[in-house]
Nanobody, 115 residues
Framework: QVQLVESGGGLVQAGGSLRLSCTAS????????MDWYRQAPGKQRELVAFITSGGSTWYAGSVKGRFTISRDNAKNTVYLQMNSLKPEDTAVYYC?????????WGRGTQVTVSS
């Protein structure tokens, strides 16, 4: 059974930082690309960043230079370090693992940035 469990969300003031974690089980983690998505109220879910099995990364333009994605294969965990947070970063953040021909999702963690 595949499980993705996110943690680390919370309320932070603009300019602050948070680090999200997503721990996976039931997948071949070290061979799986790991994604972070977010969904703000009334908006579509959007891809924020991903990291390949080889460690290559991609970022959405809106977060490039502020967010850093990383992974620890020994812990089956992917991280999203978020710095210089803005109110527009407020959203539910989801971990996604494209594996076995489908997408596996976590339940999400709420990030709220106050101005």
């Amino acid at each position: 059974q595949v499980q993705l469990v996110e943690s680390g969300g919370g309320l932070v003031q603009a300019g602050g930082s948070l680090r999200l974690s997503c721990t996976a089980s039931g997948i071949d983690f070290r061979r799986t690309r790991m994604d972070w998505y977010r969904q703000a109220p009334g908006k579509q879910r959007e891809l924020v960043a991903f990291i390949t099995s080889g460690g290559s990364t991609w970022y959405a333009g809106s977060v490039k230079g502020r967010f850093t994605i990383s992974r620890d294969n020994a812990k089956n965990t992917v991280y999203l370090q978020m710095n210089s947070l803005k109110p527009e970063d407020t959203a539910v953040y989801y971990c996604n693992a494209p594996a076995d021909g489908r997408n596996y999702w976590g339940r999400g963690t709420q990030v709220t940035v106050s101005s």
